[in-house]
Each structure stands twice: as C-alpha cells, then as structure tokens.
C-alpha cells in the first residue's frame, strides 16, 4: 500500500513568515494530492489540492508544489497568522489502491504572534 | 452549504457491547467513506461505498464492523463488539466526483470504550 510521510512534525514560525511542509510518497500511481487543515477537535477540512497533471497551484496564501519524479509535494503558507495554528495532513490518493485517502503522520504549525 | 451530518457526537459504550454510528452524507454524493482517528494520531481509513457495496476496506476493517445503507440518505457504521482500542474518533466522508474528488468530512462521532 501507500507510504507517506510528512517533514517536519512539529513546525513553530513567527507571525508573518512562512511555512513549508514536505509530504512523500511511495506509490507512482498516486494522482490527487490533498492538504487538510484539522483544528483541535474538529473534522479535518481541505485547504488546497493538485492532480498529477499539474506542478504547482496557489490560492491566496496557500500553495502547493508537486514533484513526480521524486514522488513528493510540499503545503506553502505565506504571511503566516495565528489562525494558521492546526495540524496540516497530506493524504494522497493512488489509482492503484482505491479511492481512499492515505494521511500523512501530520504536522503541528503554531504560528507565534 | 450542505454539510455532512453524524450523530452522536459522542457515544460511552461498555467494552463488548454493539455500537452504531450514524452519517448523513451531502445529497447528491455517491462516495461514501469511514475514517478513524485515535487520540494524537493521524486519520485512517476503514471503507469506502459506492453503489450500495464495499468497494474497499483497510486492515482494520475486519468482521467486527459492517457499514449499511439503509435508506437513501443514512450511511451507518456498526462495530459488533467494541474494544478498549476502538475507542477512537469516527470520520464520517463523501464525496460527488469519484475518486478525484474532494472528500468532505463530517464533525466526527467520539467513541470511547470502558
């Protein structure tokens, strides 16, 4: 099945700067790569997605980038704001395995004001 | 915005007793999912539905869970005999578009197991 994997695990940055997690995976026929956000005790909720057919998309301070050769994508987030503050899990679907999503370990962002 | 739906929000069940937790997905959405999340740790997945039959299941979707469509709009997951280590948070999900499609997620059910 699906290995991924989530760099790094805990993330501190000050308010205003930016933050960049790398996620990767194991299966080359993976083809849709999501990011959710999960705040403390809530469900988690898709923040950005690619399809392989794409290297890169942003919306406003969010931005992925997709690397299929060395099969990883990496969650940009810019001008960081305290409400930044959540763990952010990747969990890309491969066309082999099902339809399922495969969660990375997520990460721990806190955004110090 | 239509959302998913689960209740209970919470569900205290003694360790061997049945427990069934209730989804309601968005409308038109023909993909439907259960996830579960232990304390701290990341979100996995137990079964996926689609045209009223499990199309996939994980390891740990073993014969003491069963998922059910018994109407049109309910999508149920039973655990027949619950274990200390079921005690988790249940994600309910579905989605429209297959599996390319994003994957909206209910506010999740907390079972714990005495």
């Known amino acids: 099945g699906e290995n991924v994997e989530q760099h790094p695990s805990t993330l501190s940055v000050q308010e205003g700067d930016s933050a960049v997690i790398k996620c990767t995976y194991s299966?080359?026929?993976?083809?849709?790569f999501p990011w959710y956000k999960q705040e403390l005790g809530k469900r988690p909720q898709l923040i950005i997605d690619?399809?392989?057919?794409?290297g890169e998309k942003k919306d406003q301070r969010i931005a992925v980038t997709l690397n299929k050769t060395a099969k990883h994508f990496s969650l940009h987030i810019t001008e960081t704001q305290p409400e930044d503050s959540a763990v952010y899990f990747c969990?890309?679907?491969?066309?082999?395995?099902?339809?399922?999503?495969?969660f990375g370990g997520g990460t721990r962002l806190m955004v110090k004001p | 915005e239509p959302e998913v739906t689960q209740t209970p929000s919470h569900q205290v069940t003694q360790m061997g007793q049945e427990v069934i937790l209730r989804c309601v997905p968005i409308s038109n959405h023909l993909y439907f999912y259960w996830y579960r999340q232990i304390l701290g740790q990341k979100v996995e997945f137990l079964v996926s539905f689609y045209n009223n039959e499990i199309s996939e299941k994980s390891e740990i979707f073993d014969d003491q869970f069963s998922v059910e469509r018994p109407d049109g709009s309910n999508f149920t997951l039973k655990i027949r005999s619950t274990k200390l280590e079921d005690s988790a948070m249940y994600f309910c999900a579905s989605n429209s578009g297959g599996p390319l499609g994003e994957q909206f997620f209910g506010p999740g059910t907390r079972l714990t197991v005495l």
């Open positions: 690619i399809r392989s057919n794409v």
């Open positions: 969990a890309p679907i491969s066309y082999n395995a099902g339809n399922m999503l495969t």
């Open positions: 299966d080359s026929a993976s083809n849709y």
